[in-house]
């Protein structure tokens, strides 16, 4: 009862309307914030960056999700992307399923090796990278007008959009 409020951090795969309402309602009331991690705007890149999940699931359960965060109780609700070589061309479109969820945030991140990739590996993921075979396509996708949406944090990608997005985080 003291907590002012509880974030979860979720794929959403499970967060469905019957296991909303399993959780007593003292716990949905305190349920204040979200990040959903995604990692595609396809089916065919969720698949592969999300095994074992299944994108029609997801996209049924933002929809659950968007109205808790319309009538409450969210009050903010993010989902992420790790940006990689197989999902950077999707960067686009995961802004507007974000803005289409009526979410509060989308961010971005770079790919980082917590040991989950061999090097060659994470050489061959990591489009952030100057010198990555696709890193100009990357440069080139974030001049679309989707990311200048204050909705949009570029994270620790903000640099190669150029000054004005670093500046906004």
Same mark, same amino acid.
């Given at each position: 009862?003291?907590?002012p *409020?509880?974030?979860l951090h979720?794929?959403? !795969?499970?967060?469905?309307?019957?296991?909303w309402?399993? /959780?007593?309602e003292?716990?949905r009331a305190?349920?204040?914030s979200?990040?959903?991690?995604?990692?595609?705007?396809?089916a065919?890149?969720?698949?592969?960056?999300? %095994?074992?999940?299944g994108f029609?699931?997801?996209?049924?359960?933002l929809?659950?999700i968007?109205?808790?965060?319309?009538?409450?109780?969210?009050?903010w609700?993010c989902?992420s992307?790790?940006? !990689?070589?197989n999902n950077?061309?999707?960067?686009?479109?995961f802004? +507007? /399923? *974000?803005? +289409?969820?009526g979410?509060?945030?989308?961010?971005?991140?770079q790919?980082?090796?917590?040991?989950?990739f061999?090097?060659?590996?994470f050489?061959a +993921?990591?489009?952030?990278?100057?010198?990555h075979? %696709?890193h100009? +396509?990357?440069v080139?996708?974030l001049?679309?007008?989707?990311?200048a949406?204050?909705a949009?944090l570029l994270?620790?990608?903000?640099?190669l959009?150029?000054?004005?997005?670093?500046?906004?985080?």
């Amino acid at each position: 009862p003291e907590l002012p *409020g509880i974030h979860l951090h979720t794929n959403a !795969q499970l967060w469905t309307p019957a296991m909303w309402a399993s /959780l007593p309602e003292p716990v949905r009331a305190g349920i204040k914030s979200a990040e959903i991690s995604i990692d595609a705007a396809t089916a065919a890149t969720y698949a592969v960056n999300r %095994r074992g999940g299944g994108f029609e699931r997801l996209l049924e359960n933002l929809g659950f999700i968007r109205t808790l965060r319309a009538d409450g109780p969210l009050r903010w609700v993010c989902i992420s992307m790790v940006v !990689q070589d197989n999902n950077f061309e999707e960067m686009p479109d995961f802004v +507007r /399923l *974000g803005k +289409r969820c009526g979410f509060d945030r989308v961010y971005f991140s770079q790919l980082v090796n917590w040991g989950t990739f061999s090097d060659k590996e994470f050489r061959a +993921r990591a489009v952030h990278v100057p010198g990555h075979p %696709r890193h100009d +396509r990357l440069v080139e996708t974030l001049k679309d007008p989707a990311f200048a949406d204050p909705a949009v944090l570029l994270g620790n990608l903000s640099g190669l959009r150029g000054p004005a997005a670093a500046a906004r985080g």
